[in-house]
């Protein structure tokens, strides 16, 4: 099915179960402890052996001698593969440095080996025995030292319209500030994981994968085996954050331990290992200039990001949002990257307008102090219903100032005010806004649908479920779709050898994976329909009863001994080139500051968001909500510290790398703004888990600075930056 | 730092003398490779799961997260960072809540200890594991055991009269409220973020039962 047209009325107009709250369908065996994830499959491998990663403990250089006899000798020890015994290993098409490194070392950690056993216990003692000299490269790891070299990226056009630099100096109101945002890990609380099984030639890898259509491609790129022979299962993953969205090490080192040792392997990236070893959010650095009238009106905006990552890999496109948040008639983005031989950069949580946000709202922030305005007010003033840079092009929808209005209405936002003048005992409390901003991304995604003789649907699609209450809503659809109670549908998600979906990432999956389900029910609809001799066009769905002109059958009748199959995939036309999608939100914070200390609580917080229909808004508000959770972490804790000198993350775990934890978060409030969008999909939905932690940093910054009167632009606000500059203590 | 050696060592002792054994064994490969060379040391262990009684031969390197997971096929304790850091392991020993990672399985001889499983199952779950479903306490799931095993914990340790951090009064039985109960369950890391939820649904049972 083509979705070429806007959506009209269809049977998920109904909303008697989509745009319900609605517990989740998994949430019984998640709670139970008896949802699986990648390394727990006893049923496929009960006698599994295992594997056990070694990192290379350069950043660079090449590895000179690696003895592996000792380890070889230990007890237990199975095999252990290098790049020396591996055979010949391509690269995926979404790595930017191999997953099994050696002899040249392209990044600190880089898989070197895997240490196979029978006990877990005798492969991680055995791969402390595999002794490695290394001759170590120079390399480069400051960021703001490459800098001056930083390039333009081959797929990055600078984004130019009207005449910023004249329009800038002579702009009566100027603000002109550079922000500097950290590398951030996604920290997922499982860590990567995989069960390797070889039948033969064929492979089956049990992983904690986003993208299983994508990871099928590169783990047969990288083995050299066709992608027929690979088999990826993945029906559930403990978070992924974008860690997930491609093949780790974890994946092809399994593979290659089960075959060297003949025997099904299961391993897991050691937490340790993980910050380095995969991928992160790569730092920036962002110079933003802002000119405006007095009145307010942005006369012209500037946004230039750099960023740095392995060569051939990309930059963090920071510059985004800017391109499309706010008007303004002359204006210049652009986006440089520099090399660096830090790890591997990606995507991490709304790459892009995540660190873009943190810079530009304080930017915003600092502009409305400048001018006198309110900050609500001048984001207000300065919206625009079209794309700034082709004004023929307008929003699907953009409810901006609605999301603005009803936040500050509900925060009582009229009551801040000037900055360190609100004392509540030894806190300092203030108060900060944000727009949040991110596009909605459309992606091809097929699912099969069965309708049994008891009248069960059952949905087949590899969409994951990393969080996001996938099961739940394509349960939902296929229910509102087919007429039956939600108890009727049966959800299997995350195996290859199902319809390829779009998969989880860049908060496309929702919308894009429920109109993939609509799409193959239309079809299972008219294939019930002729059965049962109902026109297709006018025949009813509704409590498991097909009818139309008086007359009523059951729906299982349709089915027969055989049950009745449908499958479909929902595809897109130009509606997202003649229309901008997008998804919007304002988000409010209180903190408070301690008066003598610097130390920052997180006292209230809402968001409010406009982002199509909210096909459950109890798992859409657990979005928004994590995603705030994520947002006050990279507001005030969350920076992978940079070895310059030896180049790599310092504070690789969880007790290094701060993540909030409950006493860092207050109750959140979350409004979701009544919204349907036709131009996105049938589902008139777009997605809110990235747009939840746009901009909350930078509201976080800007509540910090209306309790303090200190503008940090260094991101995390840590109190040590606030501390010589805290209003005098009386 | 020489080794503590007291008849009378305290949790807070033990914490810090496993640091500084942690930071002297980190350089010196060749001395924890001449024990590993050796064949691993097995012992029996006997303790109650979930009511259940059971034995184990392991090697005596195996955590009772591990046992539980590989050996017992108990897969809902989960290793989150296997030394903990994030509390995804939590299990209820002797009443009282641990990090199963952090401990030895053959340290458990005689110990009941209860996992998410034993608390309850999808078609007869635990008021803390039904609360959770319904407040949304969780996302990807994988913190989630832990952190209702350590919730149920929480709710004793409060009935207990146990202080925390947050407790203005060492003397006085400490209160469900918001502080205490986002204080005491710290030690569990959500990353989805549901934090918000898990309090709302501890509140919701400590209500119940309170």
Not at chain 1, 146 to 162: E, Q, Y
Not at chain 1, 288 to 312: F, V
Not at chain 2, 46 to 60: A, R, V
Request: with cysteine; aromatic share 4%.
């Amino acid at each position: 099915m083509k979705f070429d047209t806007p959506a009209t009325t269809n049977p998920i107009d109904q909303l008697k179960i989509i745009g319900k709250s609605t517990d989740r369908i998994d949430g019984p065996h998640k709670t139970s402890g008896l949802a699986t994830y990648a390394y727990e499959h006893h049923d496929v491998a009960p006698s599994p052996v295992y594997g056990f990663v070694i990192g290379a403990a350069i950043a660079k250089g090449r590895i000179t001698s690696m003895d592996t006899s000792k380890a070889l000798a230990a007890p237990g020890v199975l095999a252990i593969v290098t790049a020396a015994n591996a055979g010949k290993l391509g690269k995926g098409r979404f790595n930017t440095a191999k997953l099994l490194g050696g002899p040249e070392i392209e990044h600190y950690h880089q898989a070197i080996a895997v240490v196979v056993a029978e006990t877990f216990e005798q492969a991680r003692a055995a791969a402390s025995l595999v002794k490695v000299d290394y001759a170590r490269a120079q390399g480069r790891f400051d960021l703001a030292q490459a800098k001056p070299g930083a390039t333009r990226p081959k797929d990055s056009a600078d984004a130019v319209v009207g005449d910023f630099a004249t329009a800038f100096a002579a702009a009566p109101v100027q603000l002109d500030e550079t922000y500097v945002t950290p590398d951030q890990s996604h920290a997922m609380m499982e860590p990567h994981a995989s069960i390797a099984i070889w039948n033969g030639d064929k492979l089956t890898l049990w992983t904690s994968n986003q993208m299983i259509a994508w990871s099928v491609g590169d783990v047969a790129q990288t083995l050299g085996i066709p992608k027929a022979n690979v088999r990826l299962v993945s029906p559930f993953i403990g978070g992924g954050f974008g860690g997930k969205l491609f093949v780790r090490a974890d994946a092809i080192l399994a593979a290659l331990g089960a075959r060297a040792a003949r025997r099904p392997v299961k391993l897991a990236l050691t937490r340790p290992l993980i910050f380095n070893n995969t991928t992160h959010r790569p730092a920036t650095i962002q110079r933003i200039r802002l000119g405006a009238t007095k009145e307010g009106k942005l006369t012209a905006i500037g946004h230039g990001t750099w960023s740095g990552d392995l060569e051939g890999g990309g930059p963090e496109d920071a510059v985004q949002q800017t391109r499309l948040l706010y008007a303004g008639a002359n204006r210049l983005m652009t986006t440089r990257l520099a090399v660096l031989d830090l790890p591997e950069g990606n995507a991490m949580r709304a790459p892009g307008e995540a660190p873009g946000l943190m810079a530009l709202e304080v930017a915003m922030d600092e502009l409305a102090e400048k001018l006198g305005i309110d900050p609500v007010a001048l984001r207000i003033l300065n919206d625009t219903q079209v794309d700034p840079e082709k004004p023929e092009r307008p929003f699907s929808q953009r409810q901006l100032i609605q999301c603005l209005r009803t936040g500050a209405d509900r925060f009582g936002w009229a009551k801040r005010r000037a900055p360190a003048q609100t004392r509540d005992g030894r806190w300092l409390v203030g108060v900060g806004v944000a727009a949040a901003f991110r596009n909605n991304l459309t992606m091809t995604s097929a699912a099969r649908v069965r309708l049994d003789k008891d009248g069960v649907v059952t949905v087949e699609t590899d969409m994951t479920d990393i969080g996001t209450g996938s099961y739940t809503i394509i349960a939902q659809t296929a229910a509102e779709m087919m007429g039956v109670p939600l108890s009727q549908v049966s959800v299997k998600l995350g195996d290859s050898s199902f319809p390829v979906s779009s998969g989880s990432g860049g908060q496309w999956g929702g919308n894009s994976s429920t109109a993939g389900v609509y799409a193959a029910c239309v079809k299972l609809r008219e294939a019930v329909a002729q059965k049962l001799g109902f026109d297709p066009s006018l025949a009813k769905f509704a409590d498991s009863q097909v009818s139309a002109g008086g007359r009523s059958l059951p729906l299982a009748q349709a089915a027969g001994k055989a049950g009745l199959t449908a499958e479909d995939k929902m595809e897109y036309g130009d509606l997202a080139k003649t229309h901008q999608q997008s998804t919007f939100g304002a988000h409010f914070v209180e903190v408070g500051v301690d008066a003598a200390t610097g130390e920052i609580r997180v006292r209230r917080m809402l968001a409010v968001c406009a982002a199509g229909r909210i096909l459950n808004p109890k798992s859409a508000r657990s979005q928004v909500i994590g995603a705030m959770t994520m947002g006050v972490g990279g507001a005030l804790m969350e920076e992978l510290v940079v070895d310059k000198r030896l180049g790599f993350f310092v504070n690789h775990d969880l007790a290094g790398y701060e993540v909030p934890v409950h006493a860092d978060i207050p109750h959140q409030e979350v409004i979701f703004l009544d919204e349907t969008d036709p131009m996105s999909s049938p589902m008139k939905a777009k997605g809110v888990g990235e747009l939840g932690i746009c901009g909350v940093a930078a509201a976080v910054a800007n509540a910090v600075h209306n309790a303090t009167g200190v503008r940090v632009r260094h991101y995390p606000v840590t109190l040590d930056k606030l501390l010589d500059r805290l209003p005098r203590v009386a | 730092m020489p080794p503590i050696e007291t008849p009378s060592i305290s949790r807070r002792c033990l914490v810090a003398a496993g640091a500084a054994s942690a930071a002297a064994t980190a350089s010196p490969l060749a001395a924890t490779a001449a024990s590993n060379a050796d064949a691993p040391v097995l012992a029996k262990v006997s303790f109650e799961i979930n009511g259940k009684p059971q034995t184990l031969e392991l090697d005596t390197r195996t955590t009772l997260l591990d046992a539980l997971r590989e050996h017992l096929k108990l897969t809902g304790t989960k290793k989150g960072c296997d030394h903990g850091q994030c509390g995804a392991c939590t299990v209820i020993v002797e009443g009282r809540r641990i990090n199963s990672c952090l401990s030895l399985a053959v340290m458990h001889e005689g110990d009941r200890v209860t996992t998410i499983e034993g608390l309850g199952a999808p078609d007869r779950l635990h008021p803390m594991q039904a609360a959770f479903v319904k407040h949304d306490g969780y996302q990807c799931g994988y913190c989630t055991p832990g952190q209702i095993c350590s919730a149920v914990a929480v709710l004793d340790e409060i009935k207990a009269g146990i202080p925390s951090h947050v407790s203005a009064d060492l003397t006085a039985s400490p209160e469900v409220s918001g502080e205490e109960l986002r204080e005491r369950m710290s030690g569990n890391i959500c990353r989805c973020g549901a934090y918000s939820n898990i309090v709302e649904a501890i509140t919701e049972v400590a209500g119940r039962t309170a």
